[in-house]
């Protein structure tokens, strides 16, 4: 059984190549990055009704690829053509025919627009998604080689010059060993005597900095086709605000492309009577579901609140219902203000005390019983000296006296 692996193996790797990958072949890593993206879109949008002559991979490949397909009947059999938009311009300046030749159905026409065919859009401007996958994925084959240079350059310990070309041929088959991960060996002592080696700041921040850039390039990416990445570069933990900040940046363009598809499907049905429909498959459906049972909670609880833990100095999330206060940071600021004023206000909510402004004294302490919890408070009441003396009441609960008379 095992025999019959290896020669399995051995046949796939023969007939497909089992090479190294070139990271200076800079348009055929392009092109690798970009596949495997338009692999994960293809899962974007799930179909249902189509006839058999159009497959889901296919429609999608042509929408994602060239931005558009033109569905038209050929021999009584609906397919998604790809053509040439022209004609004269209806006037909004847009295309009124589709010009298509089929080498497999071995046909041309030139098919017009809302009357015998429909454009299916893949968004709002027919621009697919090549140009903005193209632009990422040039992006990380750069970041892939400066960083391969780098893993490169941190086997040498310094940099060599030399005098001659012989010298020269020796110090660049040394640096050749190197970058093959083979040891290093100095055939000639004319090598030792003409070359000169200078030493080389390395620092691990390069490969940090390129691991970073790396992946703030992969998860805008994502972001792009609406799956959520998290690219804060934060060393620390996230705030829940902070992981969801980027949220509603997620979905703009991917409704856009459902919404284009919904519309030209629907026209598609009422022109060739079919009963195709459209919807987010997978991911997408499921991370749609969840940003908006995080907006109900929020809508039915309330806000949430971002504070600083003072033992820890740490950022804290709570949910709180709008316009509750904070139970424990009432207490904390009262008791950090001053003594009169909690105790204005304590005399000012207990109706069974008696008036401080109807006190004759400048300055006194008023000692009182609050009748529920039935705890001793001072007092410190400022009164203004009124122009006339006034008699003190005496309350059920407490008393004022008199220390000093205008």
Request: net charge negative.
């Amino acid at each position: 059984m095992s025999k019959n692996n290896s020669r399995t193996y051995s046949y796939y790797f023969d007939k497909f190549g089992l090479d190294l990958y070139d990271f200076n072949d800079k348009e055929r890593c392009q092109r690798n990055y970009i596949m495997y993206m338009l692999n994960r879109t293809q899962r974007l949008f799930e179909y249902k009704g189509l006839p058999d002559t159009i497959p889901q991979r296919m429609l999608e490949f042509m929408l994602q690829i060239n931005g558009f397909a033109c569905f038209a009947k050929h021999n009584g059999k609906l397919y998604a053509f790809y053509g040439g938009l022209g004609g004269e311009p209806d006037e909004y300046y847009r295309p009124t025919t589709c010009v298509v030749s089929n080498p497999a159905l071995k046909f041309s026409d030139t098919f017009k627009i809302h009357e015998n065919c429909v454009i299916v859009r893949n968004d709002s401007f027919l621009y697919g998604l090549i140009p903005l996958f193209s632009r990422y994925a040039t992006a990380m084959v750069e970041n892939d080689i400066s960083f391969r240079m780098a893993s490169i350059n941190s086997r040498i310990e310094m940099l060599l010059s030399a005098p001659d070309d012989a010298t020269k041929k020796a110090a660049e088959k040394f640096l050749d060993d190197l970058a093959d991960g083979k040891l290093g060996v100095i055939a000639e002592n004319a090598f030792l005597d003409g070359i000169k080696a200078q030493e080389v700041g390395r620092t691990m921040r390069t490969f940090t900095d390129l691991i970073e850039y790396q992946q703030y390039l992969k998860a805008s990416w994502f972001n792009e086709i609406g799956l959520n990445a998290n690219y804060n570069m934060k060393r620390e933990k996230l705030s829940t605000t902070e992981s969801q900040m980027n949220n509603d940046a997620l979905l703009p363009l991917v409704e856009d492309m459902l919404e284009n598809r919904r519309q030209c499907i629907e026209e598609v049905n009422e022109m060739f009577g079919t009963e195709i429909s459209v919807d987010f498959a997978s991911s997408w459906e499921k991370l749609i579901e969840e940003m908006e049972a995080e907006s109900n909670q929020l809508d039915s609880e309330g806000m949430i609140g971002i504070g600083t833990d003072a033992a820890s100095g740490e950022q804290q999330t709570g949910i709180g219902t709008v316009g509750e206060p904070d139970m424990a940071d009432v207490r904390d600021s009262e008791e950090q203000r001053p003594d009169s004023d909690n105790d204005e206000e304590a005399a000012q909510g207990d109706e069974t005390q008696a008036d401080a402004t109807d006190a004759p004294s400048e300055e006194g302490q008023e000692h009182m019983e609050t009748a529920d919890a039935g705890v001793e408070v001072i007092v410190d009441v400022d009164v203004n000296v009124g122009d006339e003396e006034r008699s003190d009441e005496d309350e059920s609960d407490g008393s004022i006296s008199d220390s000093e008379s205008s």
